[in-house]
């Protein structure tokens, strides 16, 4: 029988409804993870690459800023190698997501924005006993989607993927996919999806320039697209309603972005990002519930 570390990756594809006949669209249900999210992918190859290169010890404290979801992976993984870890979040998350990380063990410490955090962790970060992940300046980060995300979808597209949408966070899983599908045809088009200024989407953000990840490199994106927080929230209600697809705002920012890129296609095949569950949003009204 596997562990709950071999059961991370290969999620499934499913069909969403297309617009144009012609063109297919289908999300990768990555909240099919053990840790419900794309981020237990990041996760696992952070902790272990780190363990691996002897940077984390025997009695280490983990330390890392985040907006949910890779929190919720390093807490669940942090308690399956017994280590401490204290993860920093903006107030403004879900209970969901709070409560999840503390289940698993973990210190959570609420900050009054992303930045705040970040900056909080990078401090933290620098005390003797401490290890920091830094998602957004770590390459294990991206390469575990160049080790796992990018071959899945190249795999069970049988090579017909035409364009890949993603949402801009930390850019990990944008960064790493598009290293490998490129890497299989260039032709291939990236496409990232950030917020429409004063829109608020978990896990898509607008950075400022100081706090961009420093993993990103703008020539592995062919188009950056921006969404609403209006549009993400609908097509995310859509689609649990219409296709029982129950995912998160920022999967349906991506698949909003995917559908409206399918009305422009001749013909084509997508693949966007359902990066966790819907179960997560249940506090914050996005189902009207």
């Avoid at 596997?2 to 059961?7: G, I």
């Avoid at 829109?199 to 990103?216: A, C, D, H, T, V």
Wanted: charged share 25%.
């Amino acid at each position: 029988m596997p562990s709950l570390v071999e059961l991370i990756g290969n999620t499934p594809l499913v069909e969403v409804k297309s617009p144009n006949p012609n063109v297919k669209i289908f999300g990768k249900l990555e909240g099919n993870n053990p840790g419900g999210s794309v981020k237990d992918r990041a996760a696992l190859n952070m902790i272990r690459s780190a363990m691996e290169r002897g940077e984390i010890k025997e009695g280490s404290q983990l330390i890392e800023a985040t907006s949910g979801n890779t929190g919720i992976a390093l807490a669940m993984l942090a308690s399956q190698y017994r280590l401490p870890i204290e993860l920093v979040m903006p107030e403004n998350s879900t209970r969901e997501r709070v409560v999840t990380m503390e289940a698993f063990g973990a210190k959570v410490t609420l900050l009054d924005s992303i930045e705040a955090c970040r900056d909080y962790a990078d401090e933290k970060g620098k005390q003797e006993g401490y290890f920091q992940f830094n998602q957004f300046a770590n390459p294990d980060n991206y390469l575990a989607h160049y080790k796992s995300t990018g071959p899945e979808i190249w795999r069970d597209t049988e090579g017909k993927i035409t364009h890949f949408v993603a949402s801009m966070g930390t850019t990990g899983t944008i960064m790493g996919t598009s290293m490998y599908l490129k890497e299989q045809k260039s032709e291939v088009q990236i496409v990232g999806c950030q917020p429409t200024e004063n829109s608020s989407i978990p896990g898509i953000r607008r950075w400022p320039i100081e706090y961009l990840p420093k993993i990103f490199d703008p020539k592995r994106v062919d188009r950056v697209v921006d969404v609403s927080q209006e549009d993400a929230e609908n097509k995310a209600v859509a689609l649990a309603r219409e296709e029982g697809i129950f995912v998160g705002v920022s999967s349906g920012g991506q698949a909003h972005v995917a559908y409206e890129l399918a009305k422009e296609l001749n013909s084509g095949l997508i693949v966007f990002i359902c990066c966790d569950r819907g179960d997560r949003y249940l506090s914050s009204g996005l189902f009207g519930l």
